[in-house]
């Protein structure tokens, strides 16, 4: 006998740290008094590269099926759980810093968006003390039952946002050349950076410190603006720019730093 599986929703988690603008780190389960009732009935999670699909085998309609549910077992709404497994998560992730908590969202909660077929779900963060999870999802049963009358499959939507940081670049000699002035070049004219500040770092070595100042560039995992260190020479012929690096690196999520006016900083130590 072939067992055929019918589609309640989807829940399709972005994030826009990642060039693919897909969470690619995190999985999803449902929480303990949601995974009795999926055991009970005979629905399925499904773990997608996206986020995660629910199916349900039952042969009536959706809204006699969770109708039954509601009246047999008390239960309005399934709860799920994204646990994050890249642990620099909370940092290049647009929460609360120094806060502890959980990402909620819910499925009566949304953002109108009138081109997409995705409803958009609205994020709270809740502080908590004993969080062990990076997402919560609550999808309450009469608005899948809503959303069923007028669409052939009923997708959510979460879009995470990527932190955005002052990146500060700290250029260090370590050869025996002698550069008269270098800057940071940016191709993109939103984003410029300040002159060379001369400072002294924590192991004693002097290094040039750059600045994108104000400019609040978003955490990526992937290289998105270009920004070069360039030199100036006096020659005979007056002076010329050379680069010294093409492309600097990007920030690791895991160096950033609260800054005394309370900017968050990502900090870079280039070596030439």
């Known amino acids: 006998m072939n067992v055929v599986y019918t589609s309640l929703f989807k829940v399709a988690v972005s994030h826009s ?101 995705t409803i958009q779900l609205q994020e709270t963060f809740v502080p908590s003390n004993t969080a062990a999870n990076a997402l919560k999802v609550t999808i309450y049963f009469d608005d899948i039952i809503r959303l069923q009358q007028t669409n052939d499959h009923v997708q959510f939507g979460i879009q995470l946002q990527a932190r955005k940081t002052q990146w500060n670049y700290y250029i260090i000699n370590n050869s025996n050349q002698e550069y008269n002035q270098l800057e940071i070049q940016s191709t993109d004219e939103n984003i410029q950076f300040s002159d060379a500040t001369e400072v002294t770092l924590q192991n004693n070595q002097k290094a040039l410190r750059f600045t994108s100042n104000t400019s609040q560039i978003p955490l990526k995992n992937e290289v998105t603006y270009q920004f070069n260190l360039i030199n100036t020479r006096k020659t005979i012929a007056g002076e010329r720019k050379e680069i010294i690096i093409k492309g600097l690196p990007i920030p690791n999520p895991q160096n950033i730093s609260i800054q005394n006016d309370h900017t968050i900083a990502s900090l870079m130590y280039v070596y030439i």
């Open 17 to 117: 740290y990642y060039a693919s603008n897909i969470c690619e780190c995190m999985s999803y389960k449902a929480s303990a008094t949601t995974e009795k009732i999926l055991s009970k009935y005979g629905i399925v999670l499904r773990n997608e590269h996206d986020g995660f699909e629910i199916y349900t085998t039952a042969n009536q309609s959706i809204e006699t099926f969770l109708t039954y549910i509601t009246n047999v077992a008390g239960h309005t709404a399934f709860e799920f759980e994204g646990v994050a497994n890249d642990q620099n998560f909370y940092n290049f992730t647009n929460i609360p810093i120094n806060n502890v908590g959980v990402l909620t969202y819910e499925s009566n909660q949304t953002i109108a968006e009138a081109s997409s077929t």
